[in-house]
C-alpha cells in the first residue's frame, strides 16, 4: 500500500532538496568504501592530519561550525555554534526549546562519552495526562497541547559539552546564530515547504509569537524571504553573556512556562521545572562488529539498535548470500531489534534496561535462530532466559510514534575528536508554542501515551521527571585499533535506527561509497510492515522482491532522513550529506 495518511505526509515535507555533494579532505577517494584502516600502533593526538569535517543539515550552519573549526575549536564548540544557527534556520526540526543528544570522541584517550540532553516530564505530569474518560487523545490534539511540553535541554547540554571539552569561549561559540538572528537569514524551502500545511494541521498560525513570526500578515513565509529573529537574538545574547541561568531562571523560563501553560490543553510546567533541568553524562554503549567497534548513546536513547542490527545481520545471513539475501537479512534483524526496543527501553534512571544483554552475543545468536515469518508481528524475546539472569521485568504493550522533527550533524575537528549530535523538537515545529523567540518542543508525546490502570506499565510510561525514550542514535565507530572510522546518524523519528543502520551495513558490507550509502533507498521495518522507499533506485525493485518473499510491504513515496556521515581513511575523511534535506559538508586543515 502506499503511505496516505496525513500524519506521514507532513513527515515527508522535508525531502527536497539535491544540491548535496559528498565531501573529501584532504584528498579524493575510491568510490568503494576501503576496509577500516589498520595500523600497528594507535595515533597520539599530535599524529591527526586529516583536518577538520563538518556535516550539518543547512548551510548556514555548516559555515557556522567551520568557523570554530578554523579557529582551533574542538568539534563541541563547532556543533554548539552549529546547532545554535540551525535553531534559528531550521526551528521546524530542533531548537533550544527542545533537547538532543551528543556522542563525542577524545582522540587524545581513544574514549567515547554520551551527553544526554533530553528533555523531562515536568513534576506535575502524569501517567494518563493524554487519557480522557479512558480514550487515549488523538495524536495531533496531544502534538499540539501544552502538555505535549517537556523541560528543555539543550542549553544545558550545550554548557555540559563545552564544559568538558570546549576550547573556545563559551560566548563567541554564539555569535553567528546571534549575527544572523540580527541581520537577517534567508528562508530555506524546506521551512518554507512546512508552513502551508502546518496551518492546516496545526495552531503554528494561530499562537501568539509564532502566528507572527511565520505568518507574517496573513501569510505563509516564502523560500528565499530574508528574516530577522531579534528575540532570538536577545536570548542568545543572554545565554552568552551570563551563560545557562539565563535561560533556565528569570524572564526566558517565565516566558517558557507561560507557553506551556496557555490554553487549549494546558500543561503543568514551572518554572521551578525549568530551573531543577540538568543534563546528564553517561557511559556510551559500545559494542563488537566484525573488527569494528560501534558506540553510540544508551537508553534513553536507542542508539544500542546500531549494535543489534549489526550483529543480527550478521548471524541472519546466509552462506554464499547475495544482495538480495542481505537485504532480506537487514529487514529481519531490524524487525528483531525494534521488537526489543520497544518493549525495553525508557528511562534508565526510572527502569532497568538490559542493554548489556540485549547486545550480548549470546542472545544474538539466539534471536536470531528464530526470525519472524515474513507476514507475522515481531516479538520481544527474553534476554534472561538465555543467558540464565533473572527474567525480564514484565512490562506492558508500546507503540510510541515519533514524528520526523529531527536534525543530525557530524563534525571531526583539527586533532581528531568527533561529535555525532542528534538534536530535536519532536514533531515539525514542536508544539507551535512561542517563547522568546523560539519554539518549544512537543517531546513529551514520545512517552508512551495510553495508560490503563491496573494493566502491567510500558516501560516508556510518563513519570514525573522521566526522559521519555528516543529513537535518536548518534553513532560513532572506531576501527580495531580504537581510532575513529565513521560518525553517522539521522533524524526521522522512529525510523531513525533504521536509517542510521543503513548507512553502517551498506558502507562496511555493501561496498557503497558514503553517498551511495546515503543515497540507497530507506527501509524501515519496525513491526507487522516493512516500509520502502520507492522513489529512488533501486527502491521499487526491493519492494517487490519483499513483497514476493511474504513481507507486509508499504511503499513510501519519500523518506525523511537527514543522514550526515563522516568516514576517515588512510587517504583521509570523505563526508556526505543526505540530498533528502539541505545538507552540506565542510572541510579544512
Not at 555569535?175 to 541581520?183: D, F, G, N, Y
Not at 544482495?323 to 518493549?343: E, M, N, P, T
Not at 514524528?403 to 571531526?412: K, P
Request: charged share 20%; glycine share 10%; aromatic share 8%.
Amino acid at each position: 500500500m502506499r503511505l496516505t495518511a496525513a500524519v506521514l505526509s507532513f513527515a515527508m515535507l522535508a525531502a527536497c532538496s539535491e544540491s548535496n555533494q559528498q565531501a573529501t579532505a584532504p584528498e579524493q577517494t575510491p568510490s568503494a568504501a576501503p576496509a577500516p584502516p589498520a595500523q600497528s600502533t594507535p595515533q597520539s593526538q599530535p599524529d591527526w592530519d586529516k583536518g577538520y569535517m563538518a556535516a550539518v543539515a543547512n548551510p548556514d550552519a555548516t559555515d557556522a561550525a567551520a568557523t570554530m573549526l578554523e579557529r582551533g575549536g574542538h568539534a563541541v564548540d563547532a556543533a554548539i555554534a552549529a546547532h545554535a544557527v540551525l535553531g534559528l534556520v531550521e526551528p521546524e526540526s530542533s531548537g533550544i526549546g527542545g533537547g538532543g543528544f551528543m556522542v563525542v570522541f577524545d582522540e587524545d584517550n581513544g574514549g567515547v562519552t554520551f551527553l544526554d540532553g533530553r528533555e523531562t516530564a515536568p513534576s506535575g505530569a502524569t501517567a494518563d495526562m493524554f487519557m480522557r474518560d479512558g480514550e487515549l487523545m488523538g495524536y495531533l490534539d496531544a502534538w499540539q497541547s501544552g502538555k505535549a511540553a517537556g523541560v528543555p535541554g539543550t542549553i544545558a547540554l550545550y554548557k555540559q559539552a563545552h564544559d568538558k571539552y570546549g576550547k573556545l569561549p563559551w560566548a563567541d561559540l554564539f555569535e553567528p546564530a546571534i549575527r544572523l538572528a540580527s541581520e537577517g537569514f534567508t528562508v530555506t524551502a524546506k521551512m518554507a515547504g512546512y508552513l502551508p500545511q502546518m496551518a492546516e494541521i496545526t495552531r503554528l498560525d494561530d499562537n501568539p509569537g509564532a502566528r507572527e513570526y511565520f505568518y507574517p500578515n496573513g501569510q505563509p513565509l516564502q523560500a528565499g524571504t530574508l528574516k530577522q529573529n531579534p528575540e532570538y537574538a536577545e536570548t542568545l545574547r543572554r545565554v552568552a553573556e551570563e551563560g545557562p541561568s539565563a535561560f533556565y531562571q528569570g524572564e526566558i523560563a517565565e516566558a517558557m512556562a507561560a507557553a506551556v501553560q496557555a490554553a487549549p490543553e494546558a500543561g503543568s510546567m514551572t518554572v521551578a521545572d525549568i530551573s531543577a533541568y540538568e543534563a546528564v553524562e553517561r557511559p556510551a554503549v559500545c559494542g563488537e562488529w566484525r573488527s569494528l567497534n560501534i558506540c553510540s548513546a544508551t537508553p534513553p536513547s536507542s542508539g544500542a539498535m546500531q549494535i543489534m542490527v549489526a550483529n543480527l545481520y550478521d548471524q541472519l545471513l546466509p552462506e554464499g548470500a547475495t544482495q538480495d539475501d542481505k537485504v532480506r537479512a537487514f529487514v529481519d534483524a531490524q524487525r528483531l531489534a525494534y521488537a526489543d526496543r520497544d518493549y525495553y527501553f525508557g528511562d534508565p534512571d526510572q527502569v532497568e534496561v538490559p542493554v548489556s544483554q540485549l547486545i550480548d552475543p549470546r542472545y544474538i545468536e539466539s534471536r536470531a535462530a528464530s526470525p519472524t515469518a515474513p507476514g507475522d508481528m515481531p516479538m520481544h524475546g527474553d534476554p534472561g532466559m538465555v543467558l540464565g539472569n533473572s527474567a525480564a521485568a514484565v512490562w506492558g504493550p508500546d507503540s510510541t510514534f515519533e514524528a520526523a522533527g529531527t536534525t543530525h550533524f557530524s563534525i571531526v575537528d583539527s586533532e581528531g575528536n568527533a561529535v555525532s549530535a542528534t538534536m530535536t523538537v519532536e514533531s515539525p515545529f514542536g508544539s507551535a508554542r512561542w517563547a522568546a523567540g523560539f519554539l518549544m518542543n512537543n517531546e513529551m508525546t514520545d512517552f508512551s501515551r495510553e495508560y490503563t490502570a491496573g494493566s502491567p506499565e510500558p516501560a516508556n510510561m510518563v513519570r514525573p521527571g522521566a526522559r521519555p525514550r528516543s529513537s535518536m542514535s548518534p553513532t560513532i565507530i572506531l576501527d580495531e585499533n580504537q581510532e575513529l572510522y565513521m560518525v553517522t546518524g539521522s533524524p526521522g523519528g522512529n525510523s531513525i535506527p533504521a536509517y542510521t543502520a543503513k548507512t553502517v551495513v551498506g558502507i562496511v558490507d555493501w561496498g557503497l561509497s558514503v553517498q551511495e550509502a546515503i543515497d540507497f533507498p530507506n527501509i524501515i521495518a519496525r513491526g507487522e510492515s516493512v516500509r520502502v522507499e520507492i522513489n529512488r533506485e533501486p527502491g521499487q525493485n526491493l519492494a517487490d522482491m519483499l513483497s514476493e518473499a511474504g513481507y507486509n510491504v508499504s511503499e513510501s513515496d519519500g523518506e525523511n532522513s537527514g543522514l550526515h556521515v563522516i568516514l576517515v581513511t588512510d587517504e583521509g575523511m570523505i563526508g556526505a550529506a543526505d540530498p533528502r534535506r539541505e545538507g552540506t559538508v565542510a572541510s579544512g586543515m
